[in-house]
T-cell receptor, first 114, second 113 residues
Framework: GQNIDQPTEMTATEGAIVQINCTYQTSGFNGLFWYQQHAGEAPTFLSYNVLDGLEEKGRFSSFLSRSKGYSYLLLKELQMKDSASYLC???????????????FGRGTSLIVHP | EPEVTQTPSHQVTQMGQEVILRCVPI?????FYWYRQILGQKVEFLVSFYNNEISEKSEIFDDQFSVERPDGSNFTLKIRSTKLEDSAMYFC???????????FGPGTRLTVT
């Protein structure tokens, strides 16, 4: 099984930088995803990390440390439309073989204010 | 840009009734998934489907649930006898491969009364 922890809520100012952390415990790590979910809408894919290090994609970056069971999502130049829930999801390899199904955390609600 | 579509957007049904939720995955994707999200809670995996059979399922996906790909484009989730606790948003997703990112549909909000 997995245990995924994220802060419940964060607030930040438009134009600023915010870092959303995710820690996890798993017996067989097999990849970590970040999704964005606006209220009442479907999750949309942001990033994927399977090796240690930083993956950058425009204003969004995601970092992974497998030895620490830790990831963060970094959002730069925040815009009002970035107000949403950010979901950390971890994929785990099972003893019986690979699993490609991510287990989602409860999400971090980010509020961006002017 | 291709997208996953789902119908209906909202379904209201009485306890004990059967419902079928429909999805059209992205056309060149081969892997299909159903998730649910109870209001205010986290997204939960139900089932994955590949090559016309279930590849993985969670503990939630019990005998009252079934999935089908009746033709070359649709992917359906059937709940045989709905319960109040089945009320949730149901998301369909698809991916090109088993380890690739999953693209979610807009969801069907199921309300069981």
């Amino acid at each position: 099984g997995q245990n995924i922890d994220q802060p419940t809520e964060m607030t930040a100012t438009e134009g600023a930088i915010v870092q959303i952390n995710c820690t996890y415990q798993t017996s067989g790590f097999n990849g970590l995803f970040w999704y964005q979910q606006h209220a009442g809408e479907a999750p949309t894919f942001l990033s994927y990390n399977v090796l240690d290090g930083l993956e950058e994609k425009g204003r969004f970056s995601s970092f992974l440390s497998r030895s620490k069971g830790y990831s963060y999502l970094l959002l730069k130049e925040l815009q009002m439309k970035d107000s949403a829930s950010y979901l950390c999801a971890v994929r785990e390899t099972h003893a019986s073989g690979g699993s490609y199904i991510p287990t989602f955390g409860r999400g971090t609600s980010l509020i961006v204010h002017p | 840009e291709p997208e996953v579509t789902q119908t209906p957007s909202h379904q209201v049904t009485q306890m004990g009734q059967e419902v079928i939720l429909r999805c059209v995955p992205i056309s060149n994707h081969l892997y299909f998934y159903w998730y649910r999200q109870i209001l205010g809670q986290k997204v939960e995996f139900l089932v994955s489907f590949y090559n016309n059979e279930i590849s993985e399922k969670s503990e939630i996906f019990d005998d009252q649930f079934s999935v089908e790909r009746p033709d070359g484009s649709n992917f359906t989730l059937k709940i045989r006898s709905t319960k109040l606790e089945d009320s949730a948003m149901y998301f369909c997703a698809s991916s090109e491969g088993p380890g690739r990112e999953q693209y979610f549909g807009p969801g069907t909000r199921l309300t069981v009364t």
